[in-house]
Structures are given as structure tokens and as C-alpha cells.
T-cell receptor, first 113, second 114 residues
Framework: AQSVSQHNHHVILSEAASLELGCNYS??????LFWYVQYPGQHLQLLLK??????LVKGIKGFEAEFIKSKFSFNLRKPSVQWSDTAEYFC???????????FGQGTTLQVKP | DTGVSQDPRHKITKRGQNVTFRCDPI?????LYWYRQTLGQGPEFLTY????????KSRLLSDRFSAERPKGSFSTLEIQRTEQGDSAMYLC????????????FGPGTRLTVL
């Protein structure tokens, strides 16, 4: 069965620190990959997505992610976090044959001012 | 810009009661999804519709759960004979049909079963 694994459950960083959140998926075929973010009290919002082409994708608010097919990974990065990045981050995969998204368990990011 | 809306936002019910939730997708989206999210977990797929057709249901969806999208617009999710284990956030999302399956999420309905 397809699954998504996020390695870090809770990350605490100081402002201006660099961020990398790991995401691995298990599926051997073509995938579409997503990172969603949920700010406190708000609904899930799309941060960035990968469908094809350049494996390095850029999203909103300075986030980027790199798709490494050989490692089945889609890690999220940001060079310098801000206090406003405090949120929960979810990696998700869609295999293209179905409509459904399979989510990882999420990573809570806390940025200290 | 009207996004996905869900009603109610919160529902408290007693075990054994039936509950129904509504989702209104973005107007031009023909795909609609239901997910369930419990504390500390990512959303878990329940079912999805393309127009009025229910195309996939999770094996996790027991017979007590039923979803409809009668005219291909709004959808309802009904839970019969609720159990305490049904307590969760129920999320609705919508998307356009196509290769790019970008889903837009609503605020969710938080269900508490006492």
C-alpha cells in the first residue's frame, strides 16, 4: 500500500535558522507530490507541488522542495525561517490514477522569535 | 474569492446519534473529497466524487458512513449511530478534474462524540 513518512514530528528552530523537513513515500510509479501547511486556526493551504519537469520546485513564502526519484523523497526547505512560519506541515502524494491524496503524519514547526 | 465551505464547524453529539455534515466546493470544481483527521495525524482519505458519481471509497469507511453529491455541487457526509471513535475533524476538499490534481481544503467540521 502507498504510504508517506515524515521523519520529524516536532521541530523547534530559532528565527533565521535553516529548515529541512523530510518526506519519503512508497510507490514505484508516477507520483504527484505536495506540501500543505496549516497555520494555527486556519485550514490546510497548498505550499508547493511537483508534477513533472524540474525536480526543484519553489512555493510560496520562500519555501522550496526537491524531488529525488531515486530516494523516493520530497524534502521541504527554507533557508531562513520566520516566527510566522510556525505551523504544521504535511507532505502528500497522489499517484495520478486516483483522486485521493495520501498524507504523512505531519511535522509541527515551532519558530522561536 | 469563495473557497470551500463546510457546515457546521463544530458538532457535539451523543453516542448513537446520527450526524450530517455539508460541504460546498469551489463552484467550478467537479471533484470533491472527504478526509478525516485525528489529533497528531495527517488527513486520511474517506471518499471522493467526480460530479455526482462516487468513484472511490476507503476501506476504512464503515457502513455507518455514507456520502452523497446529488447534483454534482454540494456534498453531505452522514454518520449513523456515532461512536466515540468517530470523534475527529472531517475535511472537505475540491479540485478540477485533470492531470494537475491540486486540492483546495475547507475549514473542516470538528465532531465530538460524547
Amino acid at each position: 500500500a502507498q504510504s508517506v513518512s515524515q521523519h520529524n514530528h516536532h521541530v523547534i528552530l530559532s528565527e533565521a535558522a535553516s529548515l529541512e523537513l523530510g518526506c519519503n513515500y512508497s510507490y514505484g510509479g508516477t507520483v504527484n507530490l505536495f506540501w500543505y501547511v496549516q497555520y494555527p486556526g486556519q485550514h490546510l493551504q497548498l505550499l508547493l507541488k511537483y508534477f513533472s519537469g524540474d525536480p526543484l520546485v519553489k512555493g510560496i513564502k520562500g519555501f522550496e522542495a526537491e524531488f529525488i526519484k531515486s530516494k523516493f523523497s520530497f524534502n521541504l526547505r527554507k533557508p531562513s525561517v520566520q516566527w510566522s512560519d510556525t505551523a504544521e506541515y504535511f507532505c502528500a502524494v497522489n499517484t495520478g490514477n486516483t483522486g485521493k491524496l495520501i498524507f504523512g503524519q505531519g511535522t509541527t514547526l515551532q519558530v522561536k522569535p | 474569492d469563495t473557497g470551500v465551505s463546510q457546515d457546521p464547524r463544530h458538532k457535539i453529539t451523543k453516542r448513537g446519534q446520527n450526524v450530517t455534515f455539508r460541504c460546498d466546493p469551489i463552484s467550478e470544481h467537479n471533484r470533491l473529497y472527504w478526509y478525516r483527521q485525528t489529533l497528531g495525524q495527517g488527513p486520511e482519505f474517506l471518499t471522493y466524487f467526480q460530479n455526482e458519481a462516487q468513484l472511490e471509497k476507503s476501506r476504512l469507511l464503515s457502513d455507518r458512513f455514507s456520502a452523497e453529491r446529488p447534483k454534482g455541487s454540494f456534498s453531505t457526509l452522514e454518520i449513523q449511530r456515532t461512536e466515540q471513535g468517530d470523534s475527529a475533524m472531517y475535511l472537505c476538499a475540491s479540485s478540477k478534474q485533470g492531470v494537475v490534481n491540486e486540492q483546495f481544503f475547507g475549514p473542516g467540521t470538528r465532531l465530538t462524540v460524547l
